[in-house]
């Protein structure tokens, strides 16, 4: 009986999970969260733990890109109502960030939602 062997050297990389409008996703440690709601194109990224860093929101679809900051504090929220295409689909995932270097870290898993 012969065997056949197969290594993967390469990273796996997990597609994006659909939405419902509202549905929340999380920064990688839990600190920060992120929404879509498509009435109003409302882009929600909020601060969920004190600990000296921003919540970060990072807003993606064909042909434009948006990241909401929400330099506020623990335990708020910030809205954003720029425009989006109608007929597009949102991805959308949070991260921690420190809004003074603009550095972005620990983003959580992406969601995607039709707009």
């Known amino acids: 009986m012969s065997g056949i062997a197969i290594a993967f050297t390469g990273t796996l990389l997990a597609a994006p999970a659909s939405a419902e409008p509202g549905d929340a996703v999380y920064s990688a440690n839990g600190w ?25 929101g990072k807003f993606r679809w064909s042909g434009g890109s948006k990241t909401v900051w929400d330099t506020k504090g623990a335990n708020t929220c910030e809205d954003d109502q720029s425009n989006i295409p109608e ?23 992406e969601l995607w939602q039709d707009n």
Do not use: L, M, P
């Not at 920060?32 to 970060?56: I, L, M, N, P």
């Not at 007929?87 to 898993?109: H, L, M, P, Q, R």
């Open 32 to 56: 920060s969260e992120a929404q879509f709601f498509d009435s109003f194109d409302t882009k929600r990224v909020c601060d969920d733990a004190k600990d000296g860093h921003s919540g970060v």
């Open 87 to 109: 007929n597009v689909t949102v991805y959308y995932k949070a991260c921690i960030g420190e809004s003074s270097t603009g550095k972005i870290w620990d983003c959580g898993i």
